[in-house]
Nanobody, 115 residues
Framework: QVRLVQSGGGLVQPGGSLRLSCATS????????MDWNRQAPGKQRELVAR???????NYTDSVKGRFTISRDNARNMVYLQMNNLKPEDTGVYYC?????????WGQGTQVTVSS
């Protein structure tokens, strides 16, 4: 059974930082590309960051230079470090993995950037 369990998030002022974590089980973690996605209020879910099995990363333009995705293959964990947060980063963040053509999602965690 594939499980993605998220932690982190919360309320932070503009310019602040947060770290999201995603613990996985039920997959051969080290071979999978892992994603962080977010859904802002009234908007569609979007891909924010991706890390492949070799550790190569990609980011949506709006977070480049501020967010860092990383993975720990020994712990089957993926992380999203978010720095210099802006109000437009507000939303529900989800980790995800595509395993054998099926998407699996974490439970989602709220990130609110507000003064």
């Amino acid at each position: 059974q594939v499980r993605l369990v998220q932690s982190g998030g919360g309320l932070v002022q503009p310019g602040g930082s947060l770290r999201l974590s995603c613990a996985t089980s039920g997959i051969t973690f080290k071979i999978h590309t892992m994603d962080w996605n977010r859904q802002a209020p009234g908007k569609q879910r979007e891909l924010v960051a991706r890390i492949d099995s070799r550790g190569s990363t990609n980011y949506t333009d709006s977070v480049k230079g501020r967010f860092t995705i990383s993975r720990d293959n020994a712990r089957n964990m993926v992380y999203l470090q978010m720095n210099n947060l802006k109000p437009e980063d507000t939303g529900v963040y989800y980790c995800s993995v595509n395993r054998a053509g099926r998407m699996y999602w974490g439970q989602g965690t709220q990130v609110t950037v507000s003064s």
